[in-house]
């Protein structure tokens, strides 16, 4: 079956840089577009991050954009989001999905999920 195993998250002082990455088996990976999201609590799961089957395109929510980035690797069927100036209100946890189709912003245009992995930024 299909899995996307997060890591990479953890405790970051403000200014702080962490590097996610994502793992995916049980599926062609380089079939999929790939997409951040995370979600803090008492919040609505918020769009990050996105980039295309062989990553010739990638987006970014307006709040990280200048400061994260994605990419992929096809041949580790792994994405990665490399995020410098972390702020405190990064402080989430974050997810990788699948797209069959074009990304979007959109959770429900997303058909599989990881289980999340922590991201905590202190001031």
């Known amino acids: 079956q299909v899995q996307l195993v997060e890591s990479g998250g953890g405790l970051v002082q403000a200014g702080g840089s962490l590097r996610l990455s994502c793992a995916a088996s049980?599926?062609?990976?380089?079939?999929?577009?790939m997409g951040w999201f995370r979600q803090a609590p008492g919040k609505e799961r918020e769009f990050v991050s996105a980039?295309?089957?062989?990553?010739?395109?990638?987006f970014y929510a307006g709040s990280v954009k200048g400061r994260f980035t994605i990419s992929r690797d096809n041949a580790k069927n792994t994405v990665y989001l490399q995020m410098n100036s972390l702020k405190p209100e990064d402080t989430a946890v974050y997810y990788c999905?699948?797209?069959?189709?074009?990304?979007?912003?959109?959770?429900?245009?997303?058909?599989?999920w990881g289980q999340g992995t922590q991201v905590t930024v202190s001031s």
């Open positions: 049980g599926l062609h990976f380089s079939s999929y577009a």
């Open positions: 999905a699948t797209a069959a189709a074009p990304p979007t912003t959109l959770p429900d245009n997303y058909n599989y």
């Open positions: 980039i295309t089957w062989i990553g010739g395109s990638t």
